[in-house]
């Protein structure tokens, strides 16, 4: 089966613009996560989706971040504006079943100049 | 709030030996799961192991196994005859279980390993 997929695989802009995420699920899974792993640190939960529901988005700096997941497959995580402080790996990961084992993509690297 | 912590930020081991990666955390539920995730430089997080806590016997998968004291909170991750391709960052990771526990996993900060040739 194929991977979660993650695009871009690096961004690099400068602060005060915008940036967008964009994760593709594996197939069939009804639950999506961002996460947020800064360097030298295990990955952080931003947001869960349940199909198209943000179910936990306590995590989520809302000022400044958004996240949709559209018709439950697709998401897109965005920041505006993007401050220093942002440049990390943001994670997208996927799972299904009652297990819930957790299937990442490779990640966004992005680094706010 | 559950955490986890990873005593050892790096460690190395020569090529075909064995090594153990520390991992405690720290929870007052009685129902949830353990897991080691491996992170290569692709970045992505790969699934090595995964225990119950329910369950008493240790998890294994080839060569890697785990020792899982649940009194002790301990849950440690040994690695047998080691290659080149186990070199990563190794992260141990929470998860409540049980009906309406959350689905949040709760990462170590991680052990950078390196295999020796």
């Known amino acids: 089966e194929a991977g979660v997929v993650q695009s871009p695989r690096y961004k690099i802009i400068e602060k005060k613009q915008p940036v967008a995420f964009w994760c593709n699920p594996i197939s069939g899974h009804n639950t999506l996560y961002w996460y947020l792993q800064n360097l030298g640190q295990g990955p952080e939960l931003l947001i869960r989706y349940e199909n198209e529901e943000a179910v936990d988005d306590s995590q989520l700096p809302k000022d400044r971040f958004s996240a949709e997941r559209l018709k439950g497959v697709d998401s897109t995580l965005k920041i505006q504006p993007a401050e220093l402080g942002d440049s990390a790996v943001y994670l997208c990961?996927?799972?299904?079943?009652?297990?819930?084992?957790?299937?990442f993509g490779n990640g966004t690297r992005l680094t706010v100049t | 709030a559950q955490t986890v912590t990873q005593s050892q930020p790096e460690m190395s081991v020569q090529e075909a030996e064995t090594v153990t990666l520390s991992c405690t955390y720290d929870?007052?539920?009685?129902?949830?799961?353990l897991f080691w995730y491996k992170q290569p430089p692709s970045r992505q997080m790969i699934l090595v192991i995964r225990?119950?806590?329910?369950?008493?016997q240790n998890a294994t998968e080839n060569r890697f196994s785990v020792n899982f004291q649940k009194a002790a909170k301990s849950f440690s991750l040994k690695i047998s005859d080691s290659q080149l391709g186990d070199a990563a960052m190794y992260f141990c990771a929470y998860r409540s279980g049980g009906e309406g526990g959350s689905e949040k996993l709760v990462f170590g900060k991680g052990t950078k390993l390196t295999v020796n040739p």
């Open positions: 929870t007052s539920e009685s129902d949830y799961y």
């Open positions: 225990q119950e806590a329910y369950k008493q």
């Open positions: 990961a996927s799972s299904l079943g009652p297990d819930r084992t957790l299937h």
